[in-house]
């Protein structure tokens, strides 16, 4: 499956921007993180090097992105916008659920949190 990835206008200006203004890093790594057992977010950092043979790269309007294919598994889009001076990551999961809790409006809801093992559910 391949990964639709989209960063507004600004982004790719900041994004640009700490690029240049840090020569050392030559990427914005795409990465994902555990959030709630089965449940993955989407974040992004600086990358100096493409660390595995497994690396996707791509030229997305003039940043080079990298991403491990495994990423894939987990998200069928990405999105990264800049406001406020923050930059915000929206990603939709392939399996938005988290099935080993089956909670669907976060944790409170969860039947496995009241004894602490629910990790950061955030279904919403």
Known sequence: MSLNFIINDSAIA???KLLNNN?????????????CHSKYIASITL???????NDIYVDYYGISVVYDK???????DITVIFEENTFKIKSTAINNGCSSCGCKKGCSSCPSSKNGSCGGCKNH
């Open 14 to 16: 900041e994004l640009k």
């Open 23 to 35: 020569p050392e890093y030559k990427y914005i790594r795409l990465s994902s993180e555990k959030a």
């Open 47 to 53: 990358d100096y090097n493409k660390s595995d043979s």
């Open 70 to 76: 495994n990423i894939t598994a987990y998200f069928k």
